[in-house]
């Protein structure tokens, strides 16, 4: 409504903000939310995205952001949908801040792109669904897990900041379902607003 897109406006809504905003733990014995850090990783996925330029022919992008156990990710999802109105995702694009170092470099480069190949399938496949008081899906050929075709492109680097190591593992997953359908909606017009995405809607 304000014809700016989402990673823009966030930066302007945190500009001036203080260095931390409310204590996240027991009598503010942890860091509260820093939106230096945010804008660090937003600005960070901006650039590895190229944001702001057009996407490829029949493709958009979107743009998600999560902050938890005071880990900050920012990622970008290009997306299209193919002849049968099935979600293709081409590329992904994610930057953290976890802290001033990592310990493990390929360890922690693994549990991201683990995180966003899970929440990717938490978007387009993995649902339970119940008859009769129990689950339908009973193994693996009915609950469909991601596999290696579906997996995009993943593209990820770490900002580093001062402050102490921190959360890795989950923060990195939530960011890319709405980065998947903020892309859908620039694509189509049409909002998602249950997961696993219905392609129906875009039909």
């Known amino acids: 409504e304000a014809g700016k897109d989402l990673p823009t406006l966030m930066l302007e809504l945190i500009d001036g903000a203080g260095p931390e905003q409310g204590g996240m733990g027991p009598a503010g014995r942890t860091p509260g939310f820093n939106p230096a850090r945010l804008a660090g990783v937003t600005r960070k996925v901006m650039e590895m995205a190229a944001w702001g330029t057009p996407a490829g022919a029949g493709r958009a992008k979107g743009f998600g952001f999560y902050f938890s156990h005071q880990g900050y990710f920012a990622e970008v999802v290009e997306a299209s949908l193919d002849a049968r109105n099935q979600v293709v995702i081409h ?5 953290g801040d976890v802290g001033s170092h990592i310990i493990n470099p ?3 480069l693994n549990q991201v792109e683990g995180s966003i190949i899970d929440g990717l399938g938490q978007a387009l496949q993995l649902a339970v669904e119940f008859e009769g008081g129990a689950a339908k899906q009973s193994n693996f050929h009915n609950y469909q897990l991601p596999r290696m075709p579906m997996v995009p492109n993943l593209h990820v680097e770490f ?6 190591p921190t959360g890795l593992g989950e923060p990195a997953l939530p960011p890319v379902i709405p980065a998947l359908t903020n892309a859908l909606f620039a694509l189509t017009g049409k909002r998602v607003r249950k997961l696993p995405i219905d392609t129906r809607q875009f039909a």
């Open 91 to 95: 590329d992904v694009w994610c930057a």
């Open 106 to 108: 390929h360890g922690a």
């Open 159 to 164: 900002v580093k900041s001062d402050n102490a």
